[in-house]
């Protein structure tokens, strides 16, 4: 079972109250049926995605409705009861899950599509809908999410908000804070906060949803979402080429923005070492043969002719020039434009990206990094690393959206140690800070980060965040030992 949290990083738990049996009557009478408290159901609820952080809360609250919401915070903010907002769970820095004993409050139950445009092509749903499940509702409609990533089938909008994931489109689509036009918020002391805005343009005042995308549950409980989503492309195209050296990726990279243009929608790399783990935990194949690096390149366009064109002169270029050693595509038909005589289906290809996270937790405990940097010194952290650690560390491998100038440092080891820690941090983020880099590009810093913010902001920057928590969430009931160090 994995170690309390409590217990591992030695934390102490801040001066709450605790749940009693009248809180629990006052739970069930406001949602009947939707408040649990039987610990064998509340065990994957208390615990991370990547098992690495628990804690053991005792009562999972699953609201239907943001006035529901709205009652449950005021009855704990004049009670003081710590509250944990949860949505898919599938936060990759110990964001959304319970320190100590916080009541988790799930938007599970929080699934409506409330309206969709087809004209604007603006959604607005409530907060616990799956992204999945949400972009084949589009898909019908001829729309699709602006966003996609991984944990698709598990993930909440209103979760994708509070972390402002990033993923897989942004390169095409930008980040959530171009495209979420609104948001619905309840806040600490149980007031809703409606800014569930459908437009386009809006200059009145503050952008106040601004400061509740990214704040990870520590400003208010997001409880519907208004997104602009972007016309399904009619062609999407799939290329997956291996690369010699990062320097060629990096080549490649320039080389396809200059002839891809408009229709390109994704690059994304990763190294031989996520290769070998893919291949070995879930028994994934290569398309192509072996090399250093690969490269997934999508196209996602309106003419499937045009596309097909411009990436096949793409990739004579790149293959004659020697920057790509091999190379397949899937294209809409499935057909085969290179080396190999089955047909490769997209799905394949993406799941070899897609799937990296899933085949690392077969490694063993994974140290996870989430880096922004200048994209030419991308890999050298990971190649630093990997000579820092040595034998210490199992792997250490790198992949992520290239083309956001995003890397995700890996490093597995048989089983989690305060001595591998010691040697990874602070070392990865004094080098990403001497780059002018980000510690969290796009995961966020929930519990195990927050204690690094000051190396990606300046101390007035998070003096003033602090502000703004200690001004909207007095009593700091909203997901605490989370996001900020301590004021004090
Ligand atoms: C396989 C895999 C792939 C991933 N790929 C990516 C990727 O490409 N890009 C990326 O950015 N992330 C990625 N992630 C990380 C994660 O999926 C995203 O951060 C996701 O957006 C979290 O959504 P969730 O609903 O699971 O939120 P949770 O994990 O439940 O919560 C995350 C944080 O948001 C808060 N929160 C959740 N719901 C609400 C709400 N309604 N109101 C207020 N606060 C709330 C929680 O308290 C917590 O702090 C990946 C994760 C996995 C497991």
């Known amino acids: 079972e994995v170690m309390l949290t409590g ?24 949602m009947p049926g939707r408040v649990i408290t039987n610990p064998e159901e509340l065990k994957p609820f208390n615990v991370d995605w990547l098992k690495t952080v628990r804690g053991c809360s005792k009562l999972l609250l699953k609201p239907q409705t943001a006035a529901e919401v709205s009652q449950v915070l005021r009855y704990c903010y004049e009670r003081n009861l710590a509250v944990n907002p949860q949505g898919g769970n599938t936060g990759l820095v110990g964001g959304s899950v319970p320190v100590f004993d916080e009541i988790i409050l799930s938007t599970a139950l929080m699934s409506q599509i409330i ?28 729309f699709i999410m602006p966003l996609d990533l991984g944990a698709k089938g598990s993930c909440h909008i209103g979760g994708n908000v509070a972390t402002n994931a990033g993923g897989l489109r942004l390169l095409r689509y930008g ?18 906060l409606d800014c569930l805005a459908s437009l386009r343009k809006d200059n009145t005042g503050y ?40 320097t060629q990726v990096l080549k490649t990279f320039t080389t396809c923005r200059a002839m891809l243009g408009e229709v390109l929608s994704a690059y994304e790399f990763m190294d031989d070492k996520c290769m070998e783990l893919v291949k070995k935990h879930l ?49 809409d038909e499935k057909k085969i434009k290179a080396s190999h005589h089955f047909p490769i289906l997209k799905s394949m290809l993406w799941s070899l990206r897609e799937r990296i996270t ?23 952290l990971v190649t630093d690393t990997r000579a820092r650690l040595g034998q210490c560390a199992k792997n250490v491998v790198g992949y992520g959206h290239l ?45 195990k980060k927050k204690c690094f913010i000051q190396y990606s902001k300046p101390k007035e920057a998070v003096f003033l965040m602090q502000r703004f928590k200690a001004m909207l969430d007095p009593k700091g009931i909203l997901n605490p030992y989370k996001t900020l160090p301590s004021s004090s």
């Open 7 to 30: 217990e591992r990083y030695n934390v102490q738990r801040l001066p709450f109250s605790h749940v009693s049996n009248d809180d629990i009557a006052f739970f069930e009478r406001i």
């Open 358 to 380: 899933e085949a690392l937790t077969h490694d063993g405990y994974v140290y996870k990094y989430d880096i922004s940097l200048p994209v030419g010194k991308l890999y050298d």
């Open 283 to 331: 028994k994934l194949s290569s398309p192509v043969s072996e090399s250093p690096f690969y490269v997934l390149i999508e196209t996602s366009g309106s003419n499937s002719t045009h596309d097909e064109e411009k990436l096949n002169n793409f990739l004579e270029q790149v293959m004659t020039s020697g920057l790509v050693t091999d190379g397949t595509v899937a294209t």
């Open 115 to 142: 309206s969709f445009d087809k004209v604007s092509g603006i959604l607005v749903c409530q907060a616990g809908c799956i992204l999945e499940n949400l972009n084949q509702y589009l898909e019908e409609k001829g």
């Open 403 to 447: 083309g956001d100038g995003n890397l995700h440092l890996n490093i597995t080891a048989e089983s989690y140690s305060h001595s591998l820690l010691d040697a990874i941090e602070p070392f990865v983020y004094e080098w990403t800070a001497r780059c002018n880099g980000s510690i969290s590009a796009e995961h966020g810093l929930g519990f």
């Open 175 to 192: 980040s959530l804070r171009g495209t979420v036009l609104g948001l619905e918020v309840v806040l600490a002391d149980g007031s809703v």
């Open 207 to 246: 952008d106040l949803k601004q400061l509740f995308i990214g704040s990870e549950g520590t400003l208010g409980i997001i409880t519907a979402v208004s997104i602009l989503c972007p016309q399904k492309p009619e062609a999407v195209n799939l290329a997956f080429l291996g690369c010699q050296s990062f």
